[in-house]
C-alpha cells in the first residue's frame, strides 16, 4: 500500500509529534508513505472564506501532483480533509471552473484532471488496510483504558463531500478503531461538535468554554484520555486546557491524544516515540494505565 502523503501545516509545526507518530505507525503497518514535493496549505480558515477560488487552485496544485505520481492521497488531518474534499467536489462538479483553475496550474506545467480522493488515515485504516490486519499487529492491547472519540467539525460534513452517503461507516470509524485497539468507549454528544478553534483569536472566552464543556463531560464520564483525528483540535483541547480548568474554576487534566499515537501505543510504541512528553497535559497517568510509562 501507497499513498502521496499530505501532512498539514499543524503537523509541521504546532504538534510535529504527529508527523512522527504518522511516520511510525505507518512503517509498521507497512503503509508506504510519499510525501508530496512542494504541498502547501489547504487553504483552511481565512484563506478559504476570503479568496475561495485562491483556496481551491492550491488544492488542485496539490491533487495534480499525486496525479503525477500516480497515488491516491493520505491526509491526517480532518480540516484538510474537509477543506480538500469540498474543493474536489466544486471542482468535479463544474469543469469550466476546473479549467480555470488549471490555467492558473499550468504556468507551473501542471494539471488538475480531477481523478484525486484525499483521505483521512482514520477511513484509511478501516477501509483500505482492513481492522482484521490491524489487529494482527497490536502488541498492547489497551485494555483497562477508557477513551472518548473526538472529531470535531471538518471529518463529518458536509457528508456530501465526505462521501458519507457511500460510506456510512465513517460516522462511527473513530468509535470502531477504539475499541478495536482494545480500549473501552466512552460516548458522548458532543463528539461532532466544534472545539472551539475557528473562534480562538476573535473570542477567546467562548472558544475557552468549549474546551472545559467537552473535556469536563467526558472527564465527569471517567474517561482517562479523548483522541482526535484534528490536529487543529488537539491543539485546543489540549493547549487550553489549563485555561478551561480555570474558567470551570475546577480541575480537567483530561490527555488528549492524537489518532496515530493510540494506534501507536497500541502498536507497542513508547510514550517517547509517539511524542506524548510534548503534550501541554501531562499523560503519566495514561502511560502507567497501560504499561507504557517509564
Known sequence: ???????????????????????????????????????????????????????????????????????????????????????????????EYLAQINSYLAEEGLEYKGTAEPKHLLWILIEDYGLDNLLAQVTRPLSGLRVAPFYGCYIVRPTEAL???????????????????????????????????????????NSVAMVAKHTAEVKELGADAMVTPCPLCHLNLDGYQPKASKQLNRSINLPILHLPQLIGLALGFSHQEMGLQKHIIDTKPLQLKIGAGS
Open 163 to 205: 462521501d458519507i452517503e457511500e460510506h456510512p461507516e465513517r460516522q462511527t470509524s473513530l468509535e470502531t478503531l477504539i475499541e478495536k485497539v482494545g480500549a473501552t468507549l466512552v460516548d458522548f454528544a458532543g463528539k461532532t461538535r466544534c472545539c472551539g478553534f475557528p473562534i480562538l483569536t476573535i473570542n477567546e472566552k
Open 1 to 95: 500500500m501507497k499513498y502521496a502523503y499530505f501532512p498539514g501545516c499543524v503537523s509541521q509545526g504546532g504538534a510535529p509529534e504527529l508527523h512522527t507518530a504518522t511516520k511510525l505507525i505507518c512503517q509498521k503497518l507497512g503503509i508506504e508513505i510519499q510525501e508530496i514535493s512542494g504541498w502547501t496549505c489547504c487553504g483552511a480558515g481565512v484563506m478559504q472564506e476570503k479568496n475561495q477560488l485562491f483556496s481551491d487552485t492550491l488544492n488542485a496544485r496539490t491533487f495534480a501532483k499525486a496525479e503525477q505520481a500516480g497515488l491516491p492521497i493520505l491526509t491526517i488531518c480532518s480540516t484538510c480533509q474537509g477543506v480538500m474534499g469540498q474543493a474536489n467536489l466544486r471542482m468535479k462538479r463544474d469543469p
